[in-house]
C-alpha cells in the first residue's frame, strides 16, 4: 500500500469516526467504545479489502464480513453508510421508531449487513457455514468476522473455532478487536482468556497479533491469508478502546456512552484535529509529486 | 401397508436420501447424530454434503444458517431436546430471525427415549419452538406422513422444525393420502366431539376414537399435523359445528397443542375442551407405552377422559 492510497484509508476511518459520532450525538446513547477501537479495522475492510459492490448487495460471489460484536454496529452502519450502501440521511434515525440502524443489526432492514447478531458467541458459527457453504460453491470470495475480546467468553465461540479448524474454512478470517475492556472492567478480570494467541492456536487456528489501529498492517496481513494452507486465520487486534476519542479512550465508562453536549464538542475538536493533521498530509503527498 | 410397523427415523432417513437426489442443495449436518436419526446411509451416498461437528449442537444451528445463505438447503437432525432447548437462542436468532432455509428435525421426541429419563424427553420444544416468528413446525403422526412431511419441509422455503419419535410406529395413512403443510386431516367424521391428535400418539387417538364409536359416540378425528402455521379453518370450523373438542399430545400441557388450539377457540369461537397431555412435572422413566400410560395417553385412557368429559 502507498502513501497515497494509506492516506485515503486514515480519511475512510476518520469519516467511520464521524458517522459513529453523528448517529449518536443528539443525546442519544450507543455503544461508543467497541465501534471506534474497531474503527480502522473496518476502515481497510470495507474501503481496500472486501470484495463487495454497493449496488449488489446481494451478489452471490461477494466477500462477507459478519459483526458478531452486534453491538459494534455503530462502526458498522458508519463504514456501509460512506461506502453507498445506503442514503447518509439514515445515519440520523439511530433510535427512532422503525429504525433502519437499530442497536443491533438487522440483514432484513438495511443492504449490506449480512447477519441478524446482538447476542454475543453467534458469529463465528454463521461465518463457519457461510465458509463451507463457499466452498462447495467453488466461490473465490472470504468471510471476515469482527469479534469483540469480552465476547470470547461465550462457549460456543469455541466449539465453532474447533469446527472452523476440523473441517479446514481457511477462506475464514477472524478479527479479535482486543481493546481489554468490556462493561464490568478489564476484559482479563472479568474472564481471562489468556494466552489468547495460544488459546486460538490450539483450535487449529494460524494466529497473528498486530497494531489495530495501524492500517497498513491490516492490509498487509490479511492480503497474506490465509496465513497457512488449509487453516482458518485470526488476527487478534491489540486496540484502544474508544479511540479517537480522547476523554473516553481506554476508559470503561464509554464501552456505552450516553452523549452530551460538553462530550460531543470535544469529540469534534478531536476529529477536527485529525482531519487537519490528514489535509497536510494530503498537501505533503502532493508537493512530493 | 396399512398397520405394519415401521421404524420412523428409517423412514425419515430414507426420505432425506430421495430429497438429496432430486435437490443437489440438501446437505446434512451432524452432532454426532446423523447414524441414530436413521442418516446412516447419508454420508455413503453424498460425502461431499454430509458435514460432521461432534457433540456442539449450539454451533451447528449456526453454521447451518450460514450454509443456508449461500443457497444450500442444511437438514439437521440430532435428539429433541439436543436441537431445541438447548440451542433455543441460536434456533431463534440464526434461524428465526435470520430467517433462514434450514431444517431442524428433533427425532425421539417426546417420551419416546423413554427409560433415558427427563434429559433426554422432548416435551416442550413445541411451545418454546412455536414462539418463534417464521418458524413451520411438523408433528407426523405414521410413517407416510413423516415421509412426505420430510419432501414438504424441503420444498418450503424457511425455516422448519420436524419431530419424530424412535420405537416402530404403525402406517396409518395409504401412500396417496393428500398431504399439506399447514392442512390437518379430518381422519374420520362425526358430531358428538372432535379429537384433535398430533405426532406419535396419533395412532393412539384413531384407537381411542374407535373404542368411542363402540360406546356410541360419535368422533370427528382430526391428524393436526402441522402444529405451526395451526389449521384454523379446521379448528373453528370443529368448534362451531361440534362445540366440544379433545386435544391429544405426547408434549406438556403448557404451550403444546392443546394450548395453540385454545388460543384460536377461546378468542374466536369459546367452546368446552380436554387437553390430554403431560401436566406441570417431569415425566418419569421406563418402558415407552407404560411411560405414556402415566399421562393418560393410552388409548383405553383417551376414550375414559372423553367420556368423562362428555357427560360433565
Same mark, same amino acid.
Request: proline residues 5%.
Given at each position: 500500500?502507498?502513501?497515497?492510497?494509506?492516506?485515503?484509508?486514515?480519511?475512510? @476511518?476518520?469519516?467511520?469516526?464521524?458517522?459513529?459520532?453523528?448517529?449518536?450525538?443528539?443525546?442519544?446513547?450507543?455503544?461508543?467504545?467497541?465501534?471506534?477501537?474497531?474503527?480502522?479495522?473496518?476502515?481497510?475492510?470495507?474501503?481496500?479489502?472486501?470484495?463487495?459492490?454497493?449496488?449488489?448487495?446481494?451478489?452471490? !460471489?461477494?466477500?462477507? #464480513?459478519?459483526?458478531?460484536?452486534?453491538?459494534?454496529?455503530?462502526?458498522?452502519?458508519?463504514?456501509?453508510?460512506?461506502?453507498?450502501?445506503?442514503?447518509?440521511?439514515?445515519?440520523?434515525?439511530?433510535?427512532?421508531?422503525?429504525?433502519?440502524?437499530?442497536?443491533?443489526?438487522?440483514?432484513?432492514?438495511?443492504?449490506?449487513?449480512?447477519?441478524?447478531?446482538? &447476542?454475543?458467541?453467534?458469529?463465528?458459527?454463521?461465518?463457519?457455514?457461510?465458509?463451507?457453504?463457499?466452498?462447495?460453491?467453488?466461490?473465490?470470495?472470504?468471510?471476515?468476522?469482527?469479534?469483540?475480546?469480552?465476547?470470547?467468553?461465550?462457549?460456543?465461540?469455541?466449539?465453532?473455532?474447533?469446527?472452523?479448524?476440523?473441517?479446514?474454512?481457511?477462506?475464514?478470517?477472524?478479527? +479479535?478487536?482486543?481493546?481489554?475492556?468490556?462493561?464490568?472492567?478489564?476484559?482479563?478480570?472479568?474472564?481471562?482468556?489468556?494466552?489468547?494467541?495460544?488459546?486460538?492456536?490450539?483450535?487449529?487456528?494460524?494466529?497473528?497479533?498486530?497494531?489495530?489501529?495501524?492500517?497498513?498492517?491490516?492490509?498487509?496481513?490479511?492480503?497474506?491469508?490465509?496465513?497457512?494452507?488449509?487453516?482458518?486465520?485470526?488476527?487478534?487486534?491489540?486496540?484502544?478502546?474508544?479511540?479517537?476519542?480522547?476523554?473516553?479512550?481506554?476508559?470503561? !465508562?464509554?464501552?456505552?456512552?450516553? &452523549?452530551?453536549?460538553?462530550? %460531543?464538542?470535544?469529540?469534534?475538536?478531536?476529529?477536527?484535529?485529525?482531519?487537519?493533521?490528514?489535509? +497536510?498530509?494530503?498537501?505533503?503527498?502532493?508537493?512530493?509529486? | 401397508?396399512?398397520?405394519?410397523?415401521?421404524?420412523?427415523?428409517?423412514?425419515?432417513?430414507?426420505?432425506?436420501?430421495? @430429497?438429496?437426489?432430486?435437490?443437489? !442443495?440438501?446437505?446434512?449436518?451432524? @452432532?454426532?447424530?446423523?447414524?441414530?436419526?436413521?442418516?446412516?446411509?447419508?454420508?455413503?451416498?453424498?460425502?461431499?454434503?454430509?458435514?460432521?461437528?461432534?457433540?456442539?449442537?449450539?454451533?451447528?444451528?449456526?453454521?447451518?444458517?450460514?450454509? @443456508?445463505?449461500?443457497?444450500?438447503?442444511?437438514?439437521?437432525?440430532?435428539?429433541?431436546?439436543?436441537?431445541?432447548?438447548?440451542?433455543?437462542?441460536?434456533?431463534?436468532?440464526?434461524?428465526?430471525?435470520?430467517?433462514?432455509?434450514?431444517?431442524?428435525?428433533?427425532?425421539?421426541?417426546?417420551?419416546?427415549?423413554?427409560?433415558?429419563? &427427563?434429559?433426554?424427553?422432548?416435551?416442550?420444544?413445541?411451545?418454546?419452538?412455536?414462539?418463534?416468528?417464521?418458524?413451520?413446525?411438523?408433528?407426523?403422526?405414521?410413517?407416510?406422513?413423516?415421509?412426505?412431511?420430510?419432501? &414438504?419441509?424441503?420444498?418450503?422455503?424457511?425455516?422448519?422444525?420436524?419431530?419424530?419419535?424412535?420405537?416402530?410406529?404403525?402406517?396409518?395413512?395409504?401412500?396417496?393420502?393428500?398431504?399439506?403443510?399447514?392442512?390437518?386431516? %379430518?381422519?374420520?367424521?362425526?358430531?358428538?366431539?372432535?379429537?384433535?391428535?398430533?405426532?406419535?400418539?396419533?395412532?393412539?387417538?384413531?384407537?381411542?376414537?374407535?373404542?368411542?364409536?363402540?360406546?356410541?359416540?360419535?368422533?370427528?378425528?382430526?391428524?393436526?399435523?402441522?402444529?405451526?402455521?395451526? !389449521?384454523?379453518?379446521?379448528?373453528?370450523?370443529?368448534?362451531?359445528?361440534?362445540?366440544?373438542?379433545?386435544?391429544?399430545?405426547?408434549?406438556?400441557?403448557?404451550?403444546?397443542?392443546?394450548?395453540?388450539?385454545?388460543?384460536?377457540?377461546?378468542?374466536?369461537?369459546?367452546?368446552?375442551?380436554?387437553?390430554?397431555?403431560?401436566?406441570?412435572? #417431569?415425566?418419569?422413566?421406563?418402558?415407552?407405552?407404560?411411560?405414556?400410560?402415566?399421562?393418560?395417553?393410552?388409548?383405553?385412557?383417551?376414550?375414559? =377422559?372423553?367420556?368423562?368429559?362428555? =357427560?360433565?
Amino acid at each position: 500500500m502507498n502513501n497515497k492510497e494509506l492516506l485515503e484509508l486514515e480519511k475512510s @476511518a476518520l469519516e467511520i469516526r464521524r458517522n459513529i459520532l453523528r448517529m449518536v450525538r443528539d443525546g442519544k446513547s450507543g455503544h461508543i467504545g467497541g465501534a471506534l477501537s474497531s474503527a480502522e479495522i473496518v476502515a481497510a475492510l470495507y474501503f481496500n479489502l472486501l470484495n463487495i459492490d454497493p449496488k449488489n448487495p446481494r451478489w452471490i !460471489d461477494r466477500d462477507r #464480513f459478519v459483526l458478531s460484536a452486534g453491538h459494534k454496529c455503530l462502526v458498522l452502519y458508519a463504514a456501509l453508510a460512506e461506502r453507498g450502501f445506503f442514503d447518509k440521511k439514515i445515519l440520523d434515525t439511530y433510535t427512532d421508531l422503525d429504525s433502519k440502524i437499530p442497536g443491533h443489526p438487522n440483514m432484513h432492514k438495511l443492504p449490506g449487513v449480512e447477519t441478524n447478531t446482538g &447476542a454475543l458467541g453467534h458469529g463465528l458459527s454463521i461465518a463457519g457455514g457461510m465458509a463451507m457453504g463457499l466452498k462447495m460453491n467453488k466461490s473465490k470470495a472470504r468471510v471476515y468476522v469482527l469479534m469483540g475480546d469480552g465476547e470470547l467468553a461465550e462457549g460456543s465461540n469455541w466449539e465453532a473455532a474447533s469446527a472452523a479448524s476440523m473441517h479446514h474454512l481457511d477462506n475464514l478470517l477472524v478479527f +479479535v478487536d482486543r481493546n481489554k475492556l468490556q462493561i464490568s472492567g478489564p476484559t482479563i478480570k472479568v474472564m481471562s482468556y489468556e494466552p489468547l494467541d495460544e488459546r486460538w492456536r490450539s483450535f487449529g487456528w494460524s494466529v497473528r497479533i498486530i497494531d489495530g489501529h495501524d492500517l497498513t498492517t491490516i492490509v498487509r496481513s490479511v492480503k497474506e491469508s490465509p496465513f497457512e494452507k488449509g487453516k482458518p486465520s485470526v488476527i487478534i487486534a491489540d486496540t484502544l478502546k474508544s479511540k479517537g476519542f480522547s476523554f473516553a479512550e481506554g476508559k470503561v !465508562d464509554y464501552h456505552y456512552w450516553k &452523549a452530551n453536549p460538553e462530550e %460531543v464538542a470535544r469529540a469534534d475538536r478531536d476529529l477536527n484535529i485529525i482531519g487537519e493533521k490528514l489535509k +497536510v498530509k494530503s498537501e505533503n503527498i502532493a508537493d512530493d509529486k | 401397508m396399512i398397520n405394519d410397523l415401521l421404524d420412523p427415523r428409517k423412514t425419515f432417513g430414507e426420505a432425506v436420501i430421495e @430429497a438429496a437426489e432430486k435437490n443437489p !442443495d440438501v446437505v446434512v449436518l451432524s @452432532a454426532d447424530s446423523s447414524s441414530g436419526s436413521g442418516l446412516g446411509a447419508f454420508p455413503g451416498k453424498f460425502p461431499e454434503r454430509h458435514f460432521e461437528f461432534g457433540i456442539m449442537e449450539q454451533g451447528v444451528i449456526g453454521f447451518a444458517s450460514g450454509l @443456508a445463505t449461500t443457497g444450500k438447503i442444511p437438514v439437521f437432525a440430532a435428539i429433541a431436546p439436543f436441537v431445541t432447548a438447548r440451542p433455543y437462542e441460536m434456533f431463534r436468532n440464526d434461524l428465526g430471525y435470520m430467517n433462514q432455509n434450514v431444517k431442524v428435525v428433533g427425532r425421539c421426541a417426546g417420551l419416546t427415549y423413554d427409560q433415558l429419563g &427427563a434429559t433426554h424427553h422432548s416435551i416442550d420444544d413445541v411451545a418454546i419452538i412455536r414462539t418463534i416468528p417464521g418458524v413451520t413446525i411438523i408433528n407426523p403422526g405414521d410413517p407416510v406422513t413423516i415421509k412426505k412431511a420430510v419432501h &414438504a419441509m424441503i420444498n418450503h422455503i424457511g425455516p422448519c422444525y420436524l419431530k419424530i419419535g424412535s420405537p416402530k410406529m404403525p402406517v396409518i395413512y395409504p401412500e396417496d393420502v393428500d398431504f399439506r403443510l399447514g392442512k390437518g386431516i %379430518v381422519m374420520r367424521d362425526g358430531t358428538d366431539v372432535a379429537l384433535i391428535g398430533t405426532g406419535t400418539v396419533l395412532s393412539k387417538a384413531v384407537e381411542a376414537a374407535k373404542l368411542l364409536e363402540q360406546a356410541g359416540i360419535s368422533v370427528r378425528l382430526i391428524d393436526m399435523h402441522t402444529l405451526k402455521p395451526l !389449521d384454523r379453518d379446521l379448528i373453528l370450523a370443529a368448534a362451531r359445528e361440534i362445540g366440544k373438542i379433545v386435544t391429544i399430545e405426547e408434549h406438556f400441557i403448557a404451550g403444546g397443542l392443546g394450548s395453540a388450539v385454545s388460543e384460536i377457540c377461546s378468542q374466536e369461537f369459546p367452546v368446552k375442551m380436554k387437553m390430554i397431555g403431560i401436566g406441570d412435572h #417431569f415425566a418419569s422413566n421406563g418402558p415407552y407405552e407404560e411411560l405414556i400410560g402415566q399421562h393418560g395417553l393410552q388409548p383405553a385412557q383417551i376414550c375414559e =377422559t372423553t367420556l368423562k368429559f362428555l =357427560t360433565t
